[in-house]
C-alpha cells in the first residue's frame, strides 16, 4: 500500500446565533480540517474538541499537530486504521476528538481508493464483523436527520420547529436544561405544538437534568 501524507488546517466560526444548551450558550467553534494524500486519493476528516462534552481540549489536539506534516501507511481495510493511528502518535483516550478526526480522513481515503461509498464499507464490515445486517445492499438512498433548536424562548422555538418541518424533517430536537423545568416544559410544548402530531421530538438536556425523573414533568406536560 502506498504511505499517506498527513496535513491539517486550523478553523474557526462564529455561529450566525447562540445556540442555547444545558451546558451554557455556545457561540462560536473552531477545530481543524485534517487529510490524508497517498497515491493520488485525499482522505478528509474534521477535528472539533468539545472539552466540556469529554473530550480533549484544543491545546491538546494541537500539541500533536505542531508536529505535522507526517507521513504513515496506508489502510488496506478497515481493521488496518487503529494501527495506522497509533503509528502517528494518535491516542483515543488522551486525544478522542483528534483521533476521531483522523479516523473518518483515513476511511474516507480507503473509501475513495476503493472506488466506492464509505458508507459501502462500513456496512460491509459490520455485516463480517457481527454476522448481522445486508452489507452494502441494503443500504438507504438517504438518511433522514433532525432539525436542532437552541433553548430559546418558546417562540422562537416554535418557529423554528413549524420551519423544521415545513423544510421536510420529520424529527426535531429541541436544547434544554438551561433555565428551569418550567422553561423546559414551555418550550417542549410550543415545539409539540407547532410541529403537529406526527413529526418526532427529541429533548436534550446535555446532563443538566440530574437523572431520569428530572424529565418527569417535562414528559408529563407532553402526554
Given at each position: 500500500m502506498p504511505r499517506l501524507i498527513w496535513r491539517a488546517a486550523r478553523w474557526k466560526a462564529d455561529l450566525s446565533r447562540p445556540l442555547s444548551t444545558g451546558a451554557g450558550a455556545i457561540v462560536k467553534r473552531g477545530g481543524w480540517y485534517v487529510a490524508c494524500t497517498g497515491d493520488g486519493v485525499t482522505g478528509l476528516g474534521e477535528v472539533a474538541p468539545w472539552p466540556i462534552w469529554g473530550t480533549e481540549a484544543s491545546e491538546a489536539a494541537a500539541t500533536?499537530?505542531?508536529?505535522w506534516p507526517a507521513a504513515g501507511l496506508a489502510p488496506g481495510k478497515i481493521a488496518d486504521v487503529a494501527g495506522i493511528l497509533r503509528g502517528l502518535g494518535l491516542d483515543p483516550f488522551a486525544t478522542p476528538a483528534l483521533w476521531a478526526g483522523c479516523e473518518l480522513a483515513a476511511l474516507d481515503w480507503?473509501?475513495?481508493h476503493a472506488g466506492v461509498p464509505l458508507a459501502a464499507i462500513l456496512a460491509d464490515y459490520w455485516k463480517d464483523l457481527t454476522g448481522t445486517g445486508e452489507g452494502a445492499a441494503?443500504?438507504?438512498?438517504r438518511v433522514a436527520i433532525a432539525a436542532l433548536?437552541?433553548?430559546?424562548?418558546?417562540?422562537?422555538?416554535a418557529?423554528?420547529?413549524a420551519r423544521a418541518v415545513?423544510?421536510?424533517?420529520t424529527a426535531v430536537k429541541v436544547k434544554v436544561g438551561d433555565g428551569t423545568l418550567d422553561d423546559d416544559v414551555a418550550r417542549a410544548m410550543a415545539a409539540r405544538e407547532a410541529m403537529g402530531p406526527d413529526a418526532e421530538l427529541?429533548?436534550?438536556?446535555?446532563?443538566?437534568?440530574?437523572?431520569?425523573?428530572?424529565?418527569?414533568p417535562v414528559l408529563g406536560a407532553l402526554q
Open positions: 500533536v499537530l505542531r508536529g480507503l473509501a475513495k441494503g443500504l438507504p438512498d433548536i437552541g433553548a430559546d424562548d418558546p417562540a422562537d422555538v418557529a423554528a420547529a415545513a423544510n421536510g424533517h427529541r429533548l436534550d438536556a446535555n446532563g443538566a437534568w440530574a437523572d431520569a425523573a428530572a424529565a418527569g
